[in-house]
């Protein structure tokens, strides 16, 4: 089993994955691709949580 990554390291690739999808044409995405925006946006959440409770 793989190492998880650190906290911040997970929001930077969190981070990208949102920009990447929020670059696409609104009239062009998915339904899948929304969910998974979304999905990514509450993981970003859960893991500022986790720093402010110095969960890192």
Same mark, same amino acid.
């Given at each position: !089993? /793989?190492?998880?990554?650190?906290?911040? /390291?997970?929001?930077?690739?969190? +981070?990208?994955?949102? #920009?990447?999808? &929020?670059?696409?044409?609104?009239? /062009?995405? #998915?339904?899948? $691709?929304?969910?998974? /925006?979304? @999905? !990514? &946006?509450? &993981? +970003?959440? $859960? @893991?500022? $949580? !986790? $720093? @402010?409770?110095?969960?890192?």
């Amino acid at each position: !089993m /793989e190492k998880p990554l650190p906290y911040l /390291e997970q929001q930077d690739c969190i +981070f990208h994955g949102i #920009t990447r999808i &929020a670059s696409i044409d609104p009239q /062009e995405l #998915t339904p899948e $691709l929304q969910l998974i /925006e979304n @999905n !990514m &946006a509450m &993981a +970003f959440c $859960l @893991n500022v $949580l !986790m $720093l @402010n409770r110095g969960l890192k």
